[in-house]
């Protein structure tokens, strides 16, 4: 495999990963920024190019709400998990780890 074909899968799958992991940061409410940084803080970085568009996409998809607040004297937009969100969140969290546990088996991890 070439380094290129390396790198488009692994943007594949990472891509995945990020879905999850802002399903998981948004059982909380956070803003842009907050989000963003509660990603990093937990080893997830993520690119507000790639982010910002993702959250409009799940927003729109009906996985998030979202609504326009002051904060510190700033207008900030909210994000936080639908009840669809909330559902979809624990499927795919619920597939993350069979598929998981079946790539770890087939790797020879489960020894």
């Known amino acids: ?40 803080d937990k080893g997830l970085e993520v690119e507000e190019g790639t982010l910002y568009p993702l959250v409009r996409r799940l927003e729109q998809q009906g996985l998030l709400v979202s609504e326009w607040r002051e904060e510190d004297k700033r207008r900030k937009r909210f994000y936080r998990l639908s009840d669809l969100g909330k559902a979809t969140y624990e499927q795919l969290l619920k597939d993350w780890r069979e598929l998981s546990a079946s790539l770890e088996a087939l790797n020879g991890s489960d020894k």
């Open 1 to 40: 495999m070439t380094n290129d074909a390396a790198e488009k899968l692994h943007s594949e799958m990472r891509r995945g990963a990020i879905v999850l992991g802002v399903l998981a940061q948004l059982r909380e409410e956070h803003y842009g920024y907050s989000l963003r940084k509660a990603l990093a």
